[in-house]
């Protein structure tokens, strides 16, 4: 582009439109003989404008310009016009000097004739359309002015033509893009009804929540379900932790907080509903997404309550069936273990009164096996309702696993090869030893069970990290776990069997040689260490067991065995200790125990007696209490009574069950521990020798 037409092309419509009535003035005057000629002063120099030459200032603007320009007379005949009005009309512009300008108006001639009559000196404008040589309606704005003259002079209009046919289509595309994003709006809208109606149908409440400023919304349902009776204008992260339970808002905080990096949260949590204060069991599910504002949360909530009060009822009736199960063959077992205890000391009567004393012996070991036989099954079924107690220590499972290797590689047999693998730099845990030896153990007398002809048995250990899709197929929270597996090349486990494995009294040994309790007790242990067990096994091709037990990030403890040689005597001279038991057999023969030692003992058969006893004593030791204990007081509320008075006490539980009562959480309080009856004597003595040493 020359820089003429780079400057005509910067001029305004308006400015172009005062160039042209000037240009017409000077040409006038040329013509009408009022001046000579006219000098204009430019970059190329002096330019003399004379009657040949006084119009081209005019035509080199015109022909710039973008739009269409033409010159008529009153009566329509055009004199002249650009190249652009001629392009406008797809003809030569030659072909349309001296022809009437209405015929290239089609119907809008006669329209366009009458715009013309009231040209005048302030101009008019109107839209036509031009028929194009092919035929086709060229869509335009015609503006058209009165160029000045005399009464002697011609009368002759300008006129100024705009192409509106790029315009008009943008306008009818922005038109089509709004119907567009209004039918999208409207499918949005229906979509977003029938979701509301889905929810509402399957009773879960819809919220959005900005994790940025921590404001949301909510729908109807949601609102119900946290107590309003009206719908919530406002809603935020805030009120929500408001309903949330003290106990839960912890966890609660920490999952939103995930959800600023996390696809997805999900979890359960309790709240108290507005108004009537009721506690309901929420579940909550949300998913983020950006925006240009920030990262979001939308999800929904559902009332959970009566699903886990159905849920627990169900797993009660469960436990009544199982117990019904296993009633006749419990009853068996146990009549057969009292048959051998109460049979044993009949014959040892019966053999002291001959003078026989020396084959008392191999009937007190009778006795004594019967009697272990039956407290191993009673610890089984405590186990399996959750409700053993437990001793945590923080362990180094592959040194566990090392201790327990001789005692396993006994009971395999040799037609069993054992390979143990520890994983180096393995991660602590904290668990109840003997708990994690017995399962071990049953693990692999199992195993060996399924290898009647041989074969190997792995034990392995194991770092791992679940995220949370990994956790959730676990029933467990996210994080560091440590592994401890199980694996052997036997028969392996049908789909059918391997889903019921740890269902109470499931055994698929015959009659009388299991009671199906093994899996289910390990099942109970793991859940209530914080753990899961996990079964994968294929018919004929064996079967691995695992659990997974929490990381513990402190340094383990040394691990005491009671396989251990024990301590036959305790030396006691000079301490007291108070005996608490309702049953005078065991008050009898723990006080003998003591007594013999050199303890000094004090007995009470109830909690209120043995406080009191406790007030009046200036100093005593060691406090020995059954839990279950009559006249109002448990033995876990008095030995609260008594840390009370003397913060610093010993305490050892003696009991025949574990209550909730006796360890709150599932674990017991400094300086207190627990002896499950029956037990042995020498294991007293050895328990008493660890709270009293020296």
């Known amino acids: 582009m020359s820089p003429r037409e780079a400057a005509v092309e910067s001029l305004s419509f308006e400015q172009l439109l005062a160039r042209l009535q000037e240009a017409e003035e000077t040409l006038d005057a040329i013509r009408l003989g009022h001046v000579d000629a006219v000098v204009v002063g430019g970059p190329q120099g002096q330019q003399v404008y004379t009657l040949e030459n006084a119009d081209r200032p005019y035509r080199?603007?015109?022909?710039?310009?973008?739009?269409?320009?033409?010159?008529?007379?009153?009566?329509?005949?055009?004199?002249?016009?650009?190249?652009?009005?001629?392009?406008?009309?797809?003809?030569?512009?030659?072909?349309?000097?001296?022809?009437?300008?209405?015929?290239?108006f089609g119907r809008g001639a006669s329209a366009f004739m009458a715009l013309l009559a009231h040209a005048g000196e302030a101009g008019t404008g109107a839209e036509f359309s031009l028929v194009h040589d092919s035929g086709e309606m060229i869509p335009v704005t015609v503006s058209l002015i009165e160029l000045a003259g005399d009464l002697n002079t011609p009368r002759m209009i300008c006129g100024v033509v705009t192409d509106l046919t790029r315009s008009l289509q943008r306008s009818h595309e922005l038109t089509a893009a709004n119907a567009q994003l209004a039918s999208e709006i409207r499918d949005r809208q229906r979509a977003e009804a029938g979701l509301q109606l889905a929810l509402d149908a399957a009773e879960m409440g819809y919220w959005d929540l900005d994790l940025t400023i921590g404001d949301g919304r909510t729908s109807r349902r949601h609102?119900?379900?946290?107590?309003?009776?009206?719908?919530?204008?406002?809603?935020?992260?805030g009120r929500f932790l408001e309903h949330v339970v003290v106990e839960d808002r912890a966890a609660v905080e920490k999952f939103f907080g995930v959800g600023r990096t996390a696809p997805s949260i999900e979890f359960s949590c309790r709240i108290e509903r507005a108004g009537d204060g009721a506690r309901r069991w929420l579940q909550v599910k949300g998913l983020s997404y950006s925006t240009p504002r920030g990262p979001r949360l939308s999800g929904v909530v559902i009332d959970m309550t009566k699903a886990r009060e159905t849920e627990e009822q169900l797993r009660q009736a469960q436990k009544m069936e199982a117990v019904g199960q296993l009633t006749g063959g419990l009853a068996h077992d146990f009549n057969n273990l009292l048959g051998g205890i109460i049979g044993s000391l009949e014959m040892i009567e019966a053999r002291i009164a001959e003078g026989r004393v020396a084959e008392v012996e191999r009937y007190v070991d009778v006795a004594l096996h019967s009697a272990k036989r039956a407290a191993s099954l009673t610890q089984r079924l405590l186990a399996f309702s959750r409700r053993q107690t437990l001793s945590p220590k923080i362990i180094d499972v592959n040194a566990l696993v090392v201790g327990m290797e001789d005692l396993i590689r006994r009971s395999i047999g040799p037609s069993i090869r054992l390979e143990v693998i520890g994983a180096a730099g393995l991660w602590s845990?904290?668990?109840?030893p003997p708990q994690l030896e017995n399962a071990l153990l049953n693990l692999s007398i199992n195993a060996r069970d399924a290898m009647p002809h041989g074969g190997t048995l792995t034990i392995e250990t194991a770092n791992v990290r679940l995220d949370d899709g990994q956790a959730n197929e676990r029933d467990l929270q996210p994080g560091k776990y440590i592994t401890l597996s199980v694996r052997d090349t036997g028969v392996g486990m049908s789909k059918e069997v391997a889903s019921r494995a740890f269902d109470p009294f499931f055994t698929t040994k015959p009659l009388g040689q299991g009671t199906g309790l093994g899996l289910s007790m390990i099942y109970g242990f793991a859940r209530q260490s914080g753990g899961q067990i996990q079964i994968l096994s294929e018919k004929d091709r064996g079967t691995t067991i695992t659990l997974y037990l929490p990381r513990n990030a402190a340094a383990p403890a040394r691990i005491e065995s009671d396989r251990r040689p024990l301590a036959a005597d305790?030396?006691?001279?000079?301490?007291?200790?108070?005996?608490?038991?309702?049953?005078?057999?065991?008050?009898?023969?723990?006080?003998?125990?003591?007594?013999?030692?050199?303890?000094?003992?004090?007995?009470?058969?109830?909690?209120?007696?043995?406080?009191?006893?406790?007030?009046?004593?200036?100093?005593?030791?060691?406090?020995?209490?059954?839990?279950?204990?009559?006249?109002?007081?448990?033995?876990?509320?008095?030995?609260?009574?008594?840390?009370?008075?003397?913060?610093?006490?010993?305490?050892?539980?003696?009991?025949?069950?574990?209550?909730?009562?006796?360890?709150?959480?599932?674990?017991?309080?400094h300086g207190m521990q627990v002896l499950t009856k029956p037990f042995t004597m020498n294991v007293l003595k050895k328990r008493i020798q660890q709270m009293l040493p020296g």
């Open 223 to 237: 609102d119900d379900i946290f107590g309003y009776q009206d719908k919530l204008r406002d809603w935020s992260f």
């Open 570 to 669: 305790i030396e006691g001279a000079g301490k007291l200790v108070l005996v608490v038991d309702d049953e005078p057999s065991i008050r009898m023969l723990v006080a003998e125990v003591l007594n013999e030692a050199g303890f000094a003992t004090l007995e009470a058969s109830d909690g209120p007696s043995a406080l009191r006893i406790m007030e009046m004593s200036a100093k005593i030791d060691l406090l020995i209490t059954d839990v279950g204990l009559p006249g109002g007081m448990n033995g876990r509320q008095l030995a609260d009574a008594v840390c009370a008075l003397r913060p610093t006490m010993k305490i050892l539980f003696i009991t025949g069950y574990a209550e909730n009562v006796v360890v709150g959480s599932g674990r017991l309080d």
């Open 60 to 104: 080199a603007i015109i022909e710039q310009m973008q739009e269409g320009a033409f010159t008529i007379q009153a009566e329509g005949v055009l004199l002249y016009c650009n190249q652009r009005f001629a392009t406008l009309l797809g003809r030569q512009r030659e072909s349309l000097i001296g022809k009437p300008i209405g015929h290239y």
């Open 429 to 432: 845990t904290l668990v109840d």
